[in-house]
């Protein structure tokens, strides 16, 4: 018991009440698209490992190698001794992976975005900032942490972002757009040709989020970033989905690298990221770029089940990825329907407010590659007779 134990009881009874109380339940990734849960073997439509990577023999092996040669750790920050040459020669394949002349390793893409915004945000004072409304909790961290007010809008409409940019900070020594090129809650795709265009007339620095388009999306994999090379003035993505790995990565110009290693405190102020971590990345980096038929795979499925969510009148929005949302409305009805799926045989995580706004609770399905086209007849079958 602490003194601010009856402080924190009364907000878990606030969260209660609303309905959103969150717990955590051991589980762990199994082969075939399935997952271990409480000792229940589920088809899982719940995790991000979208190209199966995650149990992939290659990064296993390369993770103990790297381990057994380098150690368990790194020792310390990059910037005092926790930098290896193994790091700098991964961060070169990144950067070459991304199309960009630097990459940059963080421990996850959420420190990314919370510590790259600000950073860059403190060297250009009075930078007018254009976010998409549905931008991932890390960038709202970010932009807090650097206490810059969003210029918000509508999500997808460069329509409206265009009309703000010929409105708003005109006269601002810089502006940046921030938005992602595939939406974590949504399975819809940013259209970034048409962005980098808006940025280019409009003078404005292009931030992308590639967090569920890297592996997954573009030539090789590299994101959708990759159909506009040389177009987008940063890249964030990460290793800890489709790469099946943990960790994230910034890529742009060197310049922009340089400046990041001496200004981004999430990077200069953290230990390196072990060398497991690493190996795996390495691994992953030499499958991907031949993963196109698991990538045209995973799209079919994507396809058959929005079909199927269709015929049974469940709104799946504009996804057009991997990422499929079944939109049910109220918190307690998703969380009744996602409760059944999972009597079912079947892991479809309910997502309710805040990540999602209120009146938009959703079963979000990921799909996995190494799901059959019958787990997502047998998937839509379930609910079906959940509905």
């Not at 023999?57 to 150690?71: D, K």
């Not at 757009?177 to 007339?201: C, H, K, N, P, Y």
């Not at 940063?234 to 290693?261: C, E």
């Amino acid at each position: 018991m602490t003194r601010l134990d009856p402080f924190l009881t009364q907000a878990l009874a606030r969260i209660d009440t609303a309905g959103q109380r969150r717990t955590l339940r051991p589980a762990h990734l199994d082969g075939a698209g399935r997952i271990v849960r409480e000792g229940r073997i589920l088809v899982d439509f719940s995790s991000n490992d979208y190209l199966g990577l995650a149990r992939h023999p290659e990064l296993s092996a390369r993770a103990i190698a790297w381990t057994e040669r380098l150690g368990t750790g790194s020792g310390a920050s990059r910037l005092v001794t926790g930098t290896s040459a193994e790091q700098l020669a991964l961060e070169t394949r990144i950067a070459r992976f991304k199309h960009t002349e630097a990459a940059l390793v963080f421990a996850s893409g959420w420190q990314a975005n919370a510590t790259v915004i600000p950073a860059l945000l403190s060297a250009v004072p009075g930078c007018v900032v254009f976010t998409d409304r549905l931008i991932h909790a890390s960038m709202h961290a970010g932009l807090a942490s650097a206490g810059v007010r969003q210029v918000r809008f509508r999500h997808n409409d460069l329509d409206h972002l265009e009309t703000l940019l010929e409105s708003k900070g005109r006269e601002a020594p810089a502006r940046l757009i921030l938005t992602e090129s595939v939406f974590s809650m949504d399975g819809d795709r940013a259209d970034l040709a048409r962005l980098a265009d808006i940025a280019q007339r409009h003078e404005a620095a292009l931030y992308v989020d590639e967090a569920h388009a890297t592996g997954v999306l573009g030539p090789g994999g590299a994101g959708l970033s990759g159909d506009v090379p040389g177009r987008i003035d940063l890249v964030m993505g990460t290793f800890s989905k489709a790469l099946g790995g943990f960790g994230a990565y910034v890529a742009g110009s060197r310049v922009l690298i340089d400046y990041l290693v001496n200004a981004a405190s999430g990077f200069i102020f953290t230990t390196a990221p072990p060398p497991a971590v690493l190996g795996a990345i390495d691994a992953a980096l030499d499958l991907v770029p031949s993963m196109d038929a698991e990538r045209a795979h995973l799209a079919a499925l994507g396809d058959r089940l929005r079909e199927g969510l269709g015929a049974l009148g469940l709104d799946h929005g504009a996804s057009s990825t991997q990422i499929v949302p079944a939109v049910i409305g109220p918190e307690a009805e998703t969380l009744a329907l996602s409760a059944r799926l999972d009597a079912a045989g079947f892991l479809v995580s309910a997502i309710r407010p805040p990540t999602v706004p209120p009146g938009s609770s959703r079963l979000r399905i990921a799909l996995r590659a190494a799901h059959s086209f019958d787990d997502i007849d047998a998937l839509l079958s379930a609910l079906k007779d959940a509905l």
